[in-house]
């Protein structure tokens, strides 16, 4: 089993919603701090939002109001809501998974252990 697969991506017009789902393995969702990450062409990876496994959440100030990280312990799932979406949302959208608790304060960290291979988001004005 891959350890972190990415589902839900696809095309919206600006102001739409889309939910993007992570199933991680058994193993990579006992890890303590789960997250999004994305990529749009020609930048660098940004973090979008992270949740522990206190549920504890925190987002990046791009998407706050808008976007909702969650998660479901029973399906090992990790979702990200995306509402009003605008084109500068436009990304390849990754999911990623760290034991270090830390890795869900602070400031955003590319530094993660285990990465999805990631789902494309387009956003048309």
């Known amino acids: 089993q891959a350890p972190l697969v990415e589902s839900g991506g696809g095309s919206v017009q600006a102001g739409g919603s889309l939910r993007l789902s992570c199933k991680a393995s058994e193993y990579v969702y006992s890890m303590f701090c789960m997250a999004w990450f994305r990529q749009a062409p020609g930048k660098e990876r940004e973090g979008v939002a992270t949740?522990?496994?206190?549920?504890?959440?925190q987002y990046a100030d791009s998407v706050k109001g808008r976007f909702a990280i969650s998660q479901n312990n029973a399906e090992k799932t990790v979702y990200l809501q995306m509402n009003s979406l605008k084109p500068e949302d436009t990304a390849i959208y990754y999911c990623?998974?760290?034991?270090?608790?830390?890795?869900?304060?602070?400031?955003?960290?590319?530094?993660?252990?285990?990465w999805g291979q990631g789902t494309q988001v387009t956003v048309s004005a």
């Open positions: 990623a998974a760290d034991p270090l608790r830390a890795r869900c304060s602070g400031p955003f960290s590319p530094d993660f252990s285990t």
């Open positions: 949740i522990d496994d206190y549920s504890r959440t």
